[in-house]
Structures are given as structure tokens and as C-alpha cells.
């Protein structure tokens, strides 16, 4: 079952007060970041608050980095496994579109042209793939990895 989004407000009130309740403190910054980080994914605020909450008594912004990095880290052999399991164009793709924080046209001669990455039909080949692999889904228009965690991977390791 999916659940969507939920409104950040409302959301951003719920970490408060399950984190100020219980000798824990979070600030409003760090959940500003979290949500960045996760494109507000249920399961990512979750994993992420979860993870932070059980590692830290009081919460800021450099936590929140300093946990995304041991998440990122503790799934590299993972993360680094999934590039085997694609072309070096699918690669190039998934990458900038993880930069990019989503595509809305990947064949679009500006995007293919900024980043290298040869014909259109090549592109959108390389785009079916890896819909198809379950890495990217079209959400909004917008074509965006389906991994919050594997998009950081991603950024981390662009540099």
C-alpha cells in the first residue's frame, strides 16, 4: 500500500514532538533537512528520523549529514552492486538525473547536450531500462530515482 505524501507542516509537527517528548530534541533545521534529503518518502523520514533517534539525544543539521553518510556508507555494497547491474549509459543517466533531483525530458537536446550523453533514442532506451529495473518512475512529470538514499550515493560519489 502507498502512501503519499505527507504535508510538511503536519509532518515536520509529528518529528517534534515524538523526538521533544522523550529526552530527545530535534531542531527545526535538521527536519527542513531531512525532508531535502528524502523528497519527504515516508519511508526515508522515517528510516532517517528512526536512525537519528536512536543515535543522538539532541538532533541538528550536522547529525542529519553525519547519518546520511553512515546510511549511504552501510549500503555502498549494495549501491555499487546496482551499477553492475547496468550500461555505462544507464549509468551517465541515472546519475544526472540524481544530481538534476529529477528529469521532466531527458531526451530534450539541452539535457543531452549538458551532460553528454549521445542520441535521444539511445537515452530513452537507457531510461525504459532502467524504469523497467525499478531504479527511476515517473512521478509528477517528473522522472526521479526511486531510492532517496542510492540518489545520495549517487551525488557523494560525483563528487
Known amino acids: ?20 517528548g522523550r529526552t ?37 543539521i550536522g547529525q542529519v549529514k553525519e547519518m546520511l553518510l553512515n546510511i549511504i556508507n552501510e549500503n555502498e555494497p549494495i549501491y555499487a552492486g546496482y551499477i553492475n547491474l547496468i550500461t555505462p549509459l544507464q549509468f551517465r543517466v541515472l546519475r544526472e538525473i540524481a ?15 549538458k551532460y553528454f550523453l549521445g542520441a535521444a533514442s539511445s537515452v530513452s532506451q537507457a531510461m525504459k531500462s532502467l524504469e523497467e529495473k525499478g531504479f527511476i518512475s515517473l512521478n509528477e512529470d517528473i522522472f526521479c530515482l526511486n531510492d ?12
Open 24 to 60: 530527545r530534541a530535534i531542531t527545526p533545521e535538521a527536519i527542513d533537512l531531512i525532508f531535502e534529503i528524502t523528497s519527504l518518502h515516508t519511508f526515508y523520514v522515517q528510516y532517517m528520523c528512526n536512525r537519528l533517534y536512536s543515535s543522538y539525544k539532541k538532533v541538528d
Open 1 to 20: 500500500m502507498e502512501i503519499g505524501k505527507i504535508p510538511e507542516a503536519e509532518y515536520s509537527l509529528f518529528i517534534q514532538e515524538r523526538f521533544s
Open 99 to 113: 544530481i538534476n533531483d529529477g528529469v521532466r525530458n531527458p531526451t530534450a537536446g539541452d539535457f543531452l547536450n
Open 148 to 159: 532517496m538514499f542510492f540518489r545520495h550515493w549517487l551525488i557523494y560519489k560525483a563528487g
